[in-house]
């Protein structure tokens, strides 16, 4: 047996991870369009003014604002002189009594300062309008460079390119960017009892990971015995992140610390955090590479998961902690009681639905070793430290979880 | 100039979607490590039990509770027998007196029914364990079919099949399933401004198709003639959806809707809804499939997608209208006013953002053409049809946008 472990917290966990030596993911340039999802490692500045001219709001007429002053008294005609469309220039300038047909998105042309909505005049004979309103100054006009200017920074280094983002890159054509590489990370379950070449544990991290970015290895299954564990850990160092599943309790064949314990250069940083479930996951160094032990109860595997790997993941791209969750609050459907575990931080899995009441969080009951309280979840209610109740109706942040 | 629109509200406008005619679509079997995100077609019903055995759910000792039973007053010792580990079976069932070393997941010895946990005790000599107090019954048990049974329903006929559902699906030796048929989704481009080959605006709603389960297919551009955009129509009708952008406005080369109505059964079902921006939508049926006009401006692209054709992909595939929405609620941070179009539906761009004080929905000013809006919104707020004022610090609705 064992010894007992010296549970740090989770403050202290995230802490010691940070300062182990985990050295920063470098930078990559890639196409905009293979960009989706990517980290921004630089500020994108853009080069182009949008839109490039004074462009047209609404189908109308571009006109001289000062012809229409005195529209509302005595109602005065215009002069179609021009048609303008979208990606179009006028041939000419606009000159007094004068309009031009403009088509949403179009230029007007050099004199013009105002658009008369098509909706709000008429036509006279074949090439007057009439207009019975003033239109005011830069009505129905959307200015030069009103949505980027040049030199505007359209999208801050660290953020995480969404489709609009890469939407926006491409009208702006910038045809390529700098991002943060990917962290590969390396996925090994052990256990003489798995028998699948991928665990169920280890698809759901592989997705995971590719959802925050990652991308995942799989390393398929090490048995329990240490030459095997350390034999397969060696291979998973050429990732920039290690996570094991399992072997990491107080049993006798729980060879996940003695397997870092055993290496050249051992650091095993902590092993147990005061987390339930997931308390006995652990972090050590191998090589320069950080190894995350994550408990092998499903639930516990996602805690630990959610709590020790994302911090990681986003400590090694150089980015805040906080930006590791999606968090929502939500009111809380049923209490809940942590009588057992009081100075742990308690996660319970929740079921988040909108209701006309706003979102509520329905806990989801069921044994840390239980898939179907996990594929019936949306995410996790996280009880502090201290917590030893939280009251039905109460608002809680809840820890979103992909799908 | 084209007759003034004759708008529709927009649940009129999800009423005759409804109710156009538009086939369902079909299902078919795929491997389960293939149906990430896809809708199943199916109630998914067990064939085995998990666990499959009672099993701990600690390392320790199997034990006989009552061998226990006044372990409390009189300490008692077990004889330590055999070692079982997950995945074995004990050799014999277990005796008076006796004890087996079981590891986290081992099945229980016949006749164990309580495990002792491996701190809560200590050896003494070679084989034996002494008892201190009493293992009620049950103690860190885990039940055979405590998670799923025979006949169970594992995972719902409608569910999106998220990460956990299919490691679920995996544990549960279930190597393929009936799945809605993606829905393909065609995209046609109007406009002869257009010179990128692919449009931003084509970029990012083949983005969030494909988040929204769908296959989209990018057709180009169409030039400003009635030819071209049929021609391009006929092509589009290998798809399940057509959506076209741009050209749908009320100025001269708003041609959509005429290519609609100049096709040999032409149903062009409405035009124009009681929504901004978006307004100038519409929705036509050809040849049986569904034709969904959007507007050019990417907000009005935007929030024709997301009220219009993600309702018409939920129809299509038998869902209800409200599944196709992912909303939360959140504080607004600054007021709202909508004078100016009171029976209209106004949407809202916002930026939501966990604070302490829970989620805050900022507006994103900026006119419906700006792209940059767009960047910066994670959502839409929707004020309904009679709303003219939204008051800072109100709870609202915000409608998430995918990333």
Redo the contacts between chains.
């Keep these: ?1 064992r010894q ?1 472990f010296s549970y740090v917290s989770v403050s202290e966990a995230w802490d010691k991870m940070a300062k182990a030596g985990v050295e920063l993911l470098e930078s990559e340039r890639v196409s905009t ?1 293979e960009a ?2 990517r980290i921004l490692a630089e500020n994108v500045v853009s080069q182009t003014r ?2 490039r001219d004074d ?1 047209t ?1 609404y ?1 109308g007429y571009a006109i001289r604002s000062l012809d229409t002053s005195n529209a509302g008294v005595n109602p005065v005609l215009l002069k179609v002189v021009g ?1 303008i ?4 220039r006028a041939r000419s300038g606009i000159q007094e009594g004068e309009a031009f ?1 403009v ?3 179009a230029p007007l042309p050099d004199g013009s300062d105002a658009v008369l909505a ?2 709000m005049t008429r ?1 006279v004979g074949n090439d007057r309008i009439e207009v019975r309103a003033e239109v005011r100054l830069g009505e129905h006009v ?1 200015r030069a460079g ?3 200017e040049i030199g ?1 920074i ?2 801050p280094k660290g953020k ?1 390119l ?7 890159l ?2 702006l054509k910038i045809e390529s960017i700098e991002v943060l590489k990917k962290p590969v990370v390396s996925i090994l379950s052990i ?6 070449k ?1 665990s ?2 280890s ?2 991290l592989s ?2 990971i590719e ?1 925050h970015g990652g991308v995942p290895i799989d390393l398929g299954i090490a048995r ?1 015995n240490i030459n095997d564990i350390r034999n397969k850990l060696l291979e998973a160092l050429k990732a920039d992140v290690v996570l094991t599943i399992g072997a990491c ?6 060879l996940m610390a003695d397997a870092i314990k055993s290496a050249a250069e051992p650091r095993l940083i902590f092993h147990g955090v005061k987390i339930k479930p997931g308390r006995v996951s652990g972090f050590g160094m191998l090589s320069g590479k950080p190894i995350v032990m994550l408990p ?3 639930q516990s595997t996602i805690v630990g998961f959610h709590f020790l790997v994302l911090p990681l993941l986003q400590s090694i791209r150089g980015l805040p902690l906080s930006s590791a969750w999606n ?3 939500a009111k809380l459907a049923e209490s809940l009681d942590f009588r057992k575990f009081t100075p742990f931080k308690k996660a319970t899995f929740v079921k988040v639905e ?1 209701t006309s009441d ?2 509520v969080a329905h806990p989801i009951r ?7 309280t ?2 019936k ?1 949306n995410g996790i209610v996280m009880a502090q430290e201290n917590v030893t109740h939280i009251e039905k109706d109460e ?1 809680v ?1 809840v820890h979103m ?3």
């Excluded at 969404?162 to 926006?168: E, T």
């Excluded at 256990?191 to 699948?196: K, N």
């Excluded at 069921?366 to 179907?372: P, R």
């Design positions: 047996m007992p369009h989706l999802g949008i839109p462009i709001h189908d048609k469309y979208p990606g179009e047909y088509a949403t998105g098509l909706e036509p959307i009103a949505d980027v505007d359209v999208l995480t969404s489709s609009q983002d890469i939407a926006l491409a009208l256990g003489d009892e798995l028998v699948d991928m169920p544990h698809f759901l997705r995971w959802f329990d309790s107080m049993g006798e064949k729980d092998g109860l499903i968090t929502v609050t909108q706003g979102l069921g044994d840390s070793s239980f898939f179907t996990v594929t979840a608002i942040v979880l992909p799908n």
